[in-house]
């Protein structure tokens, strides 16, 4: 913990990865771990990691970097914290990230923009832009992320580390602050393979507190780890490295298949007819149960309040119209246009619809196949300001991962190679529950 500690402090200033270094709290855990005795048969025991600021921790600052609760202290542990501290895990500090999670490049923080950890003038992806950069920097092995869109895969590809997120209901989203329902997942980014299975191991598992986390057992997710991969099946969509999609970044997919074929997998092109239907479909949903969930930020019972108020109707409308950063304020006019009675049809029922056949495109190739490959994100990582004043660009670099929330896949990001002198992230999208099948593939290119 000291030497992580040290890790942090002498790398902050290039990546800005923190909003709350939890010194004291570390080294008080690891003090009372080190009393009772590092138990060594537990992998995690006196591990540190960082955790994303919009993962609720129990009289710690928790932000989710935006000013609206720049002074909340929680009286209460997420569940995956709760875990980690069963585990032995001893949490670092509180991650930067786009505010609420609504961003793609770490720039929407309302408290700092988080810097790539390969080069400081790109951005590290988001939103879980500190989580990314805090590992990807080498300040932690470890870290935890939220995925509504791709948050932990986008900026896990753009920092050339491993992010994963897990099947939908695999991870209690109890204590997550909640952005896009339906959509959000907790997951985790590290180093290897391994560590990715190993901390998922921890925070997985049916919580009586989210009834969407599933009781489907958790198995041991390194127990594929190492074995052959021979006459596996695997899908390569032709969506996923058609238009759009950077030439450098269509090089390294392709050679990371010809590696999976000289390990005797049998890769074979197939189509995700709806996946371009996948962003558009996202912004109405997560616009919508965004709307919905931030409507408990009023200024009454905790968060940001505009000082010299006239009235009720002006306190909320003040503390709103001050407390959010403009992202989010486009998110909830967004949603709450599709929501209304008159639009209702066109657009939220209409994106229902369309989910569907995208979760049926899907259900359709893995009757055949057994994982789908293709790249993370388009391109590589971005320069900063340079998506900002055009909304939907910064939209479309989640064009790759958005398909896989709408379906609640589980999907990993793992580096495959550089292309202008950035990483390249190759995503594998694998059966729901399958995480295993995943790790499997994954350590191949280790
Ligand atoms: N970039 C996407 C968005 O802005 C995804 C965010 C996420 O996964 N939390 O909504």
Avoid at 434 to 441: A, F, P, R, S
């Amino acid at each position: 913990t000291q030497a992580t500690l040290a890790d942090v402090k002498e790398r902050e200033a290039q990546v800005d990865a923190f909003v709350t270094v939890t010194e004291k709290e570390a080294l008080e855990k690891a003090s009372a771990i080190d009393a009772r005795g590092i138990d060594a048969s537990k992998l995690t025991d006196g591990i540190p990691l960082a955790v994303k600021d919009n993962i609720v921790t129990k009289d710690i600052l928790t932000t989710a970097a935006s000013k609206m609760l720049h002074n909340w202290i929680p009286p209460y542990n997420a569940t995956v914290v709760n875990k980690l501290d069963e585990a032995g895990m001893v949490i670092i500090g509180k991650a930067n990230m786009d505010e609420f999670a609504m961003g793609g490049s770490g720039e929407n923080s309302a408290i700092k923009p988080t810097k790539n950890a390969w080069n400081k003038v790109k951005v590290p992806g988001g939103s879980s832009s500190g989580s990314a950069s805090a590992v990807a920097s080498g300040q932690v092995r470890l870290s935890l992320g939220s995925d509504t869109g791709g948050s932990i895969r986008q900026p896990a590809s753009y920092s050339g580390i491993v992010g994963m997120k897990p099947t939908y209901g695999r991870v209690s989203r109890f204590g997550l602050i909640a952005f896009a329902s339906s959509l959000d997942q907790i997951g985790t980014f590290s180093q290897t393979v391994k560590e990715s299975a190993e901390l998922l191991q921890v925070i997985s598992g049916v919580d009586d507190n989210d009834n969407t986390s599933s009781d489907i057992a958790v198995p041991d997710f390194t127990s594929k780890i190492g074995q052959d991969i021979k006459g596996m099946k695997i899908a390569l969509p032709k969506e996923y490295l058609g238009e759009g999609i950077d030439g450098g970044v269509k090089k390294t997919i392709i050679d990371a298949a010809k590696h999976l074929e000289s390990l005797g997998a049998i890769v074979e092109e197939v189509s995700l007819p709806h996946s371009k239907y996948g962003v558009a479909v996202y912004y109405i949903i997560a616009g919508s149960e965004a709307s919905s969930n931030l409507q408990r930020f009023d200024g009454i019972r905790f968060g940001y309040r505009a000082d010299n108020i006239k009235d009720l109707e002006d306190l909320y409308v003040r503390s709103r119209s001050e407390g959010f950063g403009d992202e989010v304020k486009r998110r909830i006019m967004l949603g709450s246009f599709s929501l209304s009675a008159g639009y209702y049809d066109a657009y939220f029922k209409k994106a229902g619809q369309v989910r569907t056949l995208i979760v049926e495109d899907f259900n359709k190739v893995f009757d055949n196949y057994d994982l789908i490959l293709g790249p993370t994100a388009p391109t590589v990582a971005f320069g900063f300001g340079e998506k900002t004043q055009d909304p939907v660009s910064m939209y479309l670099a989640d064009i790759l991962t958005i398909p896989v929330n709408l379906a609640g896949l589980p999907g990993i990001s793992i580096p495959a190679g550089f292309s202008d002198g950035m990483p390249v992230g190759m995503q594998l999208i694998g059966k729901r529950y399958d995480e295993e099948t995943i790790y499997q593939v994954a350590a191949a290119f280790e």
